[in-house]
């Protein structure tokens, strides 16, 4: 017994690793602490910048009918162009990029969203004096815990309501630019002189309207032209303030948004924002020049001449600055490049290879800046310009190179490690102690393991290097390599594989499921194949009933069909509840349990109609009562199955835009078909060999394509990934993140907890074994697809990918023994209880 829990502590632990493993290798936190600061620029053509942030405009609207003031700036005053974002395409990671010039830092998704997950620099660090107005999920990341000189305000978060008519959008960015303006009437006399300084006005009305009435919507153009209009008096008011031509500004987004008003993923309307400035130090020119997000920061910081933020990966866009001052173009992209050599060098040291020697790329980039400094003001303006901006390019290069060196190492050490665990999983579930074991081979294994640690560790120490990971991951590896020699040296391979027609089939299933499984993960129409197969398997392989074939095949029409988007589409959810109400005539024996699901069926159709508001207290009842509605039924295990279909039913609809209910009926439908004798003969006997068979092997992989299929019978990966709260506004329409969520995750979840409850007509442990092995076999290859380069929505998807295959089994245990009381509690049995406790004491 306390060898299983110390393998399933081992197990537990091997997958942690591995998940963690993976991203940290590819996306390592970008922040290093304590890093140089250069120096403050003289001349800056800009004492003061406004940086306006319209939180969710995308590109694509934005250009095809640019609002009057805007449209002017870029014709006459100013330049323009895209600001190409990154995934995630939310808030938060677009403003971060924005205002310290990094991607967010990977722990940020561990540590929340609503507090500064680490301790980076940013524009608002640098300047003389920063205010901040905004959304209350936004301002605090820069004013929590900062300096006197950085001051921000935000209006209540009851006010982020998605209800247009009771929300007033409008009065959200109303509210900012409000506080500006009376800023600028009581308090700019005292800093009329003062030079870096900084305002963020962030807008969060687009992002609001986009979500409700969608981005293509008149209500969506008119929060853009309002935000415009606003825009148009605030530079008439500052400019008649300050009088001093001395202000910059800056138009932007954090992000886009698709056309169903979700963001998220990486669609070019997600990822293409519009950029323009104008002001102080800007060019004018009429011409469209496209920047990354994080070059942003590097332009407020240089208009102003404060430091660029230390950990900014940013290039100084140089278009946009004005043509005339070609010397502080020159010293502000030597500033740029000093700024960028510092994390350069300081990843050299990380890395901790050779640290005796200076690496060449380091050498020849500290050559290059010193002899760009040596000719400060002898050399031709123009051929310094050119010089700086290829020693720009070099930099980013070694950055790239250096924080990317150790990757093919560390995945070396993770893929041993996941084999090694591999290994010692299938001597667990198949194999049988062997009588003879040679004891000298063992003492061999465990004198070599210590040998190999100690040596990983005095290399640590000897090398001097503060990187502790190439050694971590290297004795984690060597350990599960340890772990899978012994078991192979103490057990016999037990796994029977006759040879005829029937176990090569099985086999033959096997492979082709995985197949399926692991190309579905990124072509989601593949998994209709999957269930073709599992469907032609019930039937001829494992001698299914008919339904089960006719259903199988049914199902497999959903990964074929268009993603589910939020635009609700009112026929199809009612022809559910109309499908529901019939199959409660036919299913439900009980007629006061028929009268109760009729109720309740019609009670939902009401509220997402629109004929009973059922966000107060109907909606949340009809969730809240789910639990309580199965438990009062049967626990016979095929009347217990109907009992969770009908009972998640109603609130799953309040959640649904489309045919994600057909979905879920026609699922649940098709698992109630699983006949209960489906692994043994009779539900007592129990098999006294404890070895796995291929039968078994087979089952665990259609519930493995069962799992995936609920994840993407109706999305795929961008549409999980985005977040659109058109899909909660029967419970919710007041932003609430964490609200929001857990509805989201609920819907997800609904089907994997058929699934779940399925499960318990198995009744066998050597399944989930199963369903584990094979998970962690589909998950080995995907190790090497996750990368930190190409396509925004290639990374994004090969994270998922991976972070999908790696809890598939963990999932699907998981939401077996969630499912267990919902199978087997009855309050009429609970009461039976009760009574005859009484009577007993009596």
Same mark, same amino acid.
């Given at each position: 017994?306390?060898?299983?829990?110390?393998?399933?502590?081992?197990?537990?632990?091997?997958?942690?690793?591995?998940?963690?493993?993976?991203?940290?290798?590819?996306?390592?936190?970008?922040?290093?602490?304590?890093?140089?600061?250069?120096?403050?620029?003289?001349?800056?053509?800009?004492?003061?910048?406004?940086?306006?942030?319209?939180?969710?405009?995308?590109?694509?609207?934005?250009?095809?009918?640019?609002? *009057?003031?805007?449209?002017?700036?870029?014709?006459?005053?100013?330049?323009?162009?895209?600001?190409?974002?990154?995934?995630?395409?939310?808030?938060?990671?677009?403003?971060?990029?924005?205002?310290?010039?990094?991607?967010?830092?990977?722990?940020?998704?561990?540590?929340?969203?609503?507090?500064?997950?680490?301790?980076?620099?940013?524009?608002?660090?640098?300047?003389?004096?920063?205010?901040?107005?905004?959304?209350?999920?936004?301002?605090?990341?820069?004013?929590?815990?900062?300096?006197?000189?950085?001051?921000?305000?935000?209006?209540?978060?009851?006010?982020?309501?998605?209800?247009?008519?009771?929300?007033?959008?409008?009065?959200?960015?109303?509210?900012?630019?409000?506080?500006?303006?009376?800023?600028?009437?009581?308090?700019?006399?005292?800093?009329?002189?003062?030079?870096?300084?900084?305002?963020?006005?962030?807008?969060?009305?687009?992002?609001?309207?986009?979500?409700?009435?969608?981005?293509?919507?008149?209500?969506?153009?008119?929060?853009? *032209?309002?935000?415009?209009?606003?825009?148009?008096?605030?530079?008439?008011?500052?400019?008649?303030?300050?009088?001093?031509?001395?202000?910059?500004?800056?138009?932007?987004?954090?992000?886009?948004?698709?056309?169903?008003?979700?963001?998220?993923?990486?669609?070019?309307?997600?990822?293409?924002?519009?950029?323009?400035?104008?002001?102080?130090?800007?060019?004018?020119?009429?011409?469209?020049?496209?920047?990354?997000?994080?070059?942003?920061?590097?332009?407020?910081?240089?208009?102003?001449?404060?430091?660029?933020?230390?950990?900014?990966?940013?290039?100084?866009?140089?278009?946009?600055?004005?043509?005339?001052?070609?010397?502080?173009?020159?010293?502000?992209?030597?500033?740029?490049?000093?700024?960028?050599?510092?994390?350069?060098?300081?990843?050299?040291?990380?890395?901790?290879?050779?640290?005796?020697?200076?690496?060449?790329?380091?050498?020849?980039?500290? *050559?290059?800046?010193?002899?760009?400094?040596?000719?400060?003001?002898?050399?031709?303006?123009?051929?310094?310009?050119?010089?700086?901006?290829?020693?720009?390019?070099?930099?980013?290069?070694?950055?790239?190179?250096?924080?990317?060196?150790?990757?093919?190492?560390?995945?070396?050490?993770?893929?041993?490690?996941?084999?090694?665990?591999?290994?010692?999983?299938?001597?667990?579930?198949?194999?049988?102690?062997?009588?003879?074991?040679?004891?000298?081979?063992?003492?061999?294994?465990?004198?070599?393991?210590?040998?190999?640690?100690?040596?990983?560790?005095?290399?640590?120490?000897?090398?001097?290097?503060?990187?502790?990971?190439?050694?971590?991951?290297?004795?984690?590896?060597?350990?599960?390599?340890?772990?899978?020699?012994?078991?192979?040296?103490?057990?016999?391979?037990?796994?029977?594989?006759?040879?005829?027609?029937?176990?090569?089939?099985?086999?033959?299933?096997?492979?082709?499921?995985?197949?399926?499984?692991?190309?579905?993960?990124?072509?989601?129409?593949?998994?209709?194949?999957?269930?073709?197969?599992?469907?032609?398997?019930?039937?001829?392989?494992?001698?299914?009933?008919?339904?089960?074939?006719?259903?199988?095949?049914?199902?497999?029409?959903?990964?074929?069909?268009?993603?589910?988007?939020?635009?609700?589409?009112?026929?199809?959810?009612?022809?559910?509840?109309?499908?529901?109400?019939?199959?409660?005539?036919?299913?439900?024996?009980?007629?006061?349990?028929?009268?109760?699901?009729?109720?309740?069926?019609?009670?939902?159709?009401?509220?997402?109609?629109?004929?009973?508001?059922?966000?107060?207290?109907?909606?949340?009842?009809?969730?809240?009562?789910?639990?309580?509605?199965?438990?009062?039924?049967?626990?016979?295990?095929?009347?217990?199955?109907?009992?969770?279909?009908?009972?998640?039913?109603?609130?799953?609809?309040?959640?649904?835009?489309?045919?994600?209910?057909?979905?879920?009926?026609?699922?649940?439908?098709?698992?109630?078909?699983?006949?209960?004798?489906?692994?043994?003969?009779?539900?007592?006997?129990?098999?006294?060999?404890?070895?796995?068979?291929?039968?078994?092997?087979?089952?665990?992989?259609?519930?493995?394509?069962?799992?995936?299929?609920?994840?993407?019978?109706?999305?795929?990966?961008?549409?999980?990934?985005?977040?659109?709260?058109?899909?909660?506004?029967?419970?919710?329409?007041?932003?609430?993140?964490?609200?929001?969520?857990?509805?989201?995750?609920?819907?997800?979840?609904?089907?994997?907890?058929?699934?779940?409850?399925?499960?318990?007509?198995?009744?066998?442990?050597?399944?989930?074994?199963?369903?584990?092995?094979?998970?962690?076999?589909?998950?080995?290859?995907?190790?090497?697809?996750?990368?930190?380069?190409?396509?925004?929505?290639?990374?994004?998807?090969?994270?998922?990918?991976?972070?999908?295959?790696?809890?598939?089994?963990?999932?699907?245990?998981?939401?077996?023994?969630?499912?267990?009381?919902?199978?087997?509690?009855?309050?009429?049995?609970?009461?039976?209880?009760?009574?005859?406790?009484?009577?007993?004491?009596?």
């Amino acid at each position: 017994m306390s060898n299983n829990y110390v393998f399933i502590i081992w197990g537990f632990l091997m997958h942690l690793i591995i998940l963690w493993g993976v991203l940290d290798v590819n996306f390592h936190s970008p922040i290093v602490q304590d890093l140089p600061s250069v120096e403050i620029l003289k001349n800056a053509p800009a004492k003061r910048l406004l940086l306006f942030v319209a939180d969710g405009l995308r590109f694509r609207t934005f250009i095809e009918a640019p609002p *009057n003031f805007l449209k002017y700036v870029m014709l006459n005053k100013g330049v323009w162009g895209v600001s190409h974002t990154r995934v995630p395409t939310e808030s938060r990671p677009g403003i971060v990029a924005i205002c310290a010039g990094l991607y967010e830092d990977p722990s940020a998704i561990f540590k929340g969203w609503k507090e500064n997950p680490v301790d980076f620099d940013s524009v608002f660090n640098r300047s003389h004096l920063s205010w901040v107005w905004g959304s209350p999920d936004i301002v605090p990341i820069f004013t929590k815990g900062a300096k006197k000189h950085i001051q921000g305000e935000s209006y209540p978060a009851e006010w982020q309501d998605f209800d247009i008519m009771k929300g007033q959008i409008w009065r959200l960015d109303s509210w900012v630019f409000d506080k500006y303006l009376n800023w600028l009437r009581e308090e700019a006399h005292n800093v009329k002189h003062l030079d870096r300084t900084l305002f963020f006005l962030h807008l969060l009305g687009c992002d609001t309207t986009g979500h409700t009435a969608k981005p293509h919507s008149r209500e969506y153009t008119d929060n853009m *032209n309002y935000v415009d209009r606003k825009i148009e008096e605030v530079v008439q008011m500052t400019e008649t303030i300050f009088k001093d031509n001395a202000t910059a500004y800056i138009f932007t987004a954090d992000h886009g948004m698709t056309d169903w008003g979700s963001h998220g993923s990486g669609s070019t309307d997600e990822t293409e924002t519009p950029l323009i400035a104008w002001g102080a130090g800007i060019d004018h020119f009429n011409s469209r020049q496209d920047v990354e997000q994080i070059d942003i920061a590097s332009l407020i910081s240089n208009l102003i001449g404060a430091p660029i933020p230390t950990n900014s990966e940013g290039v100084l866009p140089w278009q946009y600055l004005s043509a005339t001052n070609l010397e502080y173009t020159n010293d502000a992209l030597l500033n740029n490049l000093k700024q960028l050599s510092h994390q350069v060098k300081a990843n050299r040291e990380i890395i901790c290879e050779d640290s005796r020697f200076t690496d060449q790329r380091v050498t020849q980039l500290y *050559n290059k800046i010193n002899t760009l400094e040596k000719h400060l003001g002898t050399k031709d303006l123009s051929k310094r310009f050119d010089e700086t901006v290829d020693t720009i390019k070099l930099a980013k290069e070694s950055l790239l190179y250096f924080r990317q060196y150790q990757r093919t190492r560390l995945l070396i050490y993770l893929s041993t490690m996941w084999l090694g665990w591999i290994v010692l999983l299938f001597s667990k579930i198949a194999g049988t102690e062997r009588r003879i074991i040679n004891r000298f081979i063992l003492l061999v294994a465990d004198i070599a393991l210590v040998c190999i640690l100690i040596t990983i560790f005095l290399l640590y120490k000897v090398s001097d290097c503060r990187n502790w990971r190439p050694p971590c991951y290297a004795a984690v590896a060597v350990t599960s390599l340890w772990l899978a020699v012994r078991s192979t040296i103490q057990n016999s391979r037990n796994l029977k594989i006759e040879n005829d027609s029937q176990s090569w089939s099985k086999i033959a299933g096997i492979v082709l499921l995985l197949a399926t499984m692991f190309l579905g993960l990124a072509y989601r129409s593949v998994l209709t194949v999957g269930m073709i197969c599992t469907a032609v398997i019930q039937k001829v392989v494992l001698k299914r009933t008919r339904y089960l074939f006719w259903t199988a095949l049914s199902l497999a029409v959903f990964p074929l069909l268009p993603v589910v988007e939020p635009y609700p589409r009112v026929y199809i959810v009612l022809s559910s509840i109309c499908i529901m109400i019939v199959l409660a005539f036919f299913k439900l024996g009980s007629h006061s349990r028929m009268a109760m699901e009729i109720l309740r069926l019609i009670i939902t159709g009401l509220i997402y109609f629109g004929f009973i508001d059922g966000r107060s207290w109907m909606s949340w009842l009809l969730l809240f009562t789910t639990p309580l509605y199965i438990c009062t039924g049967s626990t016979e295990l095929k009347t217990r199955m109907h009992e969770v279909v009908f009972g998640f039913f109603c609130p799953l609809v309040l959640l649904s835009a489309s045919y994600e209910p057909l979905f879920f009926i026609l699922l649940g439908v098709h698992l109630s078909c699983w006949p209960r004798n489906s692994i043994y003969s009779s539900q007592d006997h129990r098999r006294t060999d404890s070895s796995i068979t291929m039968e078994e092997l087979l089952k665990a992989a259609i519930f493995m394509l069962y799992t995936l299929l609920s994840f993407f019978g109706t999305g795929n990966m961008a549409s999980i990934s985005s977040f659109n709260p058109s899909w909660t506004r029967h419970f919710v329409t007041v932003f609430s993140p964490f609200v929001m969520f857990s509805l989201i995750l609920f819907k997800i979840s609904v089907p994997l907890m058929l699934v779940g409850c399925t499960s318990h007509l198995l009744g066998s442990s050597n399944i989930f074994l199963a369903v584990l092995l094979l998970g962690d076999c589909l998950s080995l290859p995907l190790v090497y697809y996750v990368t930190p380069q190409g396509s925004w929505l290639d990374i994004g998807s090969a994270i998922s990918r991976f972070t999908i295959a790696i809890s598939l089994p963990c999932l699907l245990l998981l939401f077996y023994y969630l499912s267990y009381p919902l199978m087997t509690f009855s309050f009429h049995k609970f009461k039976h209880s009760l009574l005859s406790e009484k009577k007993h004491i009596v």
